[in-house]
């Protein structure tokens, strides 16, 4: 099964990257998966090199194949000015819209406040819907004081992620779950994106 984590955030050190990374470790303590992380702080700048998927160069065009191909995406985002990122949003842009159709999805975003929260439910499930993808019903939602530094340090957004996973699980086919069930270590691809 192939996890791949989305972090929207463009600034490091993120949460939002922190909380995407520990939904993905979760995944990988209950079932065998091949996990990758896209982190828009380096894979941003590839793709706004184009404005349609037919603009895509070779860096671009494999961090758009990774979403297309992926079986369970955790997609995570800061809340900013009411939604998720512009970079999140421009990846999705250049995404086949028939290309996410029935695959899973966890949600995660962080904010300032917990109203921020609202964000999830307002826009972010929207989107998903547009592609046919299946967001699971627990949503993880962190605010700066869930933080300890860039760690997350509050036991009750672990137990959110926790009960994410388990919903993750639920929804997916007899085959997905039967894979879980033997508990190997998460192995996760680091996604070279940009020369430095």
């Given at each position: 099964?192939?996890?791949?984590?989305?972090?929207?955030?463009?600034?490091?050190?993120?949460?939002?990257?922190?909380?995407?990374?520990?939904?993905?470790?979760?995944?990988?303590?209950?079932?065998?998966?091949?996990?990758?992380?896209?982190?828009?702080?380096?894979?941003?700048?590839?793709?706004?090199?184009?404005?349609?998927?037919?603009?895509?160069?070779?860096?671009?065009?494999?961090?758009?194949?990774?979403?297309?191909?992926?079986?369970?995406?955790?997609?995570?985002?800061?809340?900013?000015?009411?939604?998720?990122?512009?970079?999140?949003?421009?990846?999705?842009?250049?995404?086949?819209?028939?290309?996410?159709?029935?695959?899973?999805?966890?949600?995660?975003?962080?904010?300032?406040?917990?109203?921020?929260?609202?964000?999830?439910?307002?826009?972010?499930?929207?989107l998903?819907?547009?592609?046919?993808?299946?967001?699971?019903?627990?949503?993880?939602?962190?605010?700066?004081?869930?933080?300890?530094?860039?760690?997350?340090?509050?036991?009750?957004?672990?137990?959110?992620i926790?009960?994410?996973?388990?919903?993750?699980?639920?929804?997916?086919?007899?085959?997905?779950?039967?894979?879980?069930?033997?508990?190997?270590?998460?192995r996760?691809?680091?996604?070279?994106?940009?020369?430095?």
């Amino acid at each position: 099964m192939k996890i791949l984590g989305i972090s929207g955030s463009v600034k490091r050190p993120s949460r939002t990257l922190h909380i995407v990374e520990r939904i993905v470790a979760a995944i990988g303590q209950t079932a065998d998966v091949e996990a990758d992380l896209i982190d828009l702080a380096d894979a941003a700048p590839v793709l706004f090199r184009a404005l349609r998927a037919d603009q895509l160069d070779e860096a671009g065009r494999a961090i758009i194949d990774a979403v297309e191909a992926a079986d369970v995406l955790v997609v995570g985002s800061p809340v900013y000015r009411a939604s998720y990122t512009g970079a999140l949003k421009h990846l999705f842009d250049l995404v086949d819209f028939r290309a996410l159709q029935g695959r899973r999805v966890i949600l995660a975003a962080t904010g300032g406040t917990p109203l921020h929260g609202l964000m999830l439910e307002h826009q972010f499930r929207p989107l998903f819907g547009f592609f046919g993808a299946v967001t699971v019903p627990t949503t993880v939602y962190a605010v700066e004081a869930d933080f300890t530094e860039y760690t997350l340090s509050n036991p009750a957004v672990e137990a959110r992620i926790a009960r994410a996973v388990a919903d993750l699980f639920d929804l997916l086919p007899a085959t997905a779950l039967a894979a879980g069930e033997t508990h190997p270590t998460l192995r996760v691809v680091a996604r070279e994106t940009v020369a430095n």
